[in-house]
């Protein structure tokens, strides 16, 4: 009985992990295939100059692309709102090879969970 209470234990609060904190993990190891995983059918979608709104299946080639060009070095979470609306966004600073951006995105409540709606990537005013 104590292992399965330990088992539980230990597997339930990931099971429970905040989406924001999945998207900045993979995020800070520039896996664009991952982060792809919570976007939307559609994603309106800023990355530098290039905007506009794409597939999902667009959406992740766009971002792969940014990450080949520009290696991250860090990301870190500068604030994550909470639910609200059945909407939620996140902001956070990364750091590459070539500079510093701001990352923003917004997630809102589908049939199937939180999917990103929003996703930008601009340069960073710091």
Known sequence: ?????AVI?????GM???ISDN???AIRTGNAKEVSKYFADNVDMKVLDQENIYSKAQAELILKDFFTKHPVKAFTLAHKSAERNDSQFAIGTLTTANG????HFLMKK???GMAIHQFRIE???D
């Open 123 to 125: 340069p960073s005013d």
């Open 100 to 103: 510093t951006y701001r990352v």
């Open 9 to 13: 234990l230990f597997i339930l609060p």
């Open 110 to 112: 589908s049939a199937s």
């Open 23 to 25: 998207i900045a993990a």
């Open 1 to 5: 009985m104590k292992t399965v209470l």
């Open 16 to 18: 429970f992990a905040d």
